[in-house]
């Protein structure tokens, strides 16, 4: 059973902000970022990253894993994953927790459907 918990893009933004160690990863591809934005990282006291986990036609990305991994984000992080609706981030945490990160958070209602529209700090890209 997973244990990658669920959260709301308000709540996200809130514990970004309690806590510089933690981490917010983008998982939407390259074309989203550039049409819909990305989270603003000067707005948060987090870190963001952009990792997409599948291409622009839909194809899983095969090295997402070690692209995670070279990030050297520490284990014992809290890490949200963010998508436009929550499906993705919500397959790349479970992958993730595969590799023995703990703490993990599904943006549920992603930056699309959830952070953008919420008024949450976002920024181009």
Do not use: H
């Not at 074309?31 to 839909?58: C, H, M, Q, Y």
């Not at 070690?66 to 992080?77: T, Y």
């Amino acid at each position: 059973m997973s244990s990658v918990q669920t959260i709301s893009s308000e709540d996200c933004f809130k514990k970004l902000n309690e806590d510089q160690n933690s981490y917010l990863i983008d998982v939407r591809s390259p074309t989203e970022w550039n049409v819909d934005g990305i989270p603003d990282e000067d707005s948060f006291e987090g870190i963001l990253f952009k990792l997409a986990i599948r291409n622009e036609e839909g194809i899983q990305n095969p090295n997402f894993i070690e692209e995670f991994k070279s990030l050297d984000i520490p284990k014992d992080s809290n890490i949200y994953f963010i998508c436009k609706s929550g499906m993705r981030s919500n397959l790349a945490a479970n992958m993730i927790e595969n590799e023995g990160y703990k703490s993990l958070f599904n943006v549920e209602d992603g930056f699309t459907l959830g952070w953008k529209p919420k008024g949450l700090p976002s920024s181009e890209y």
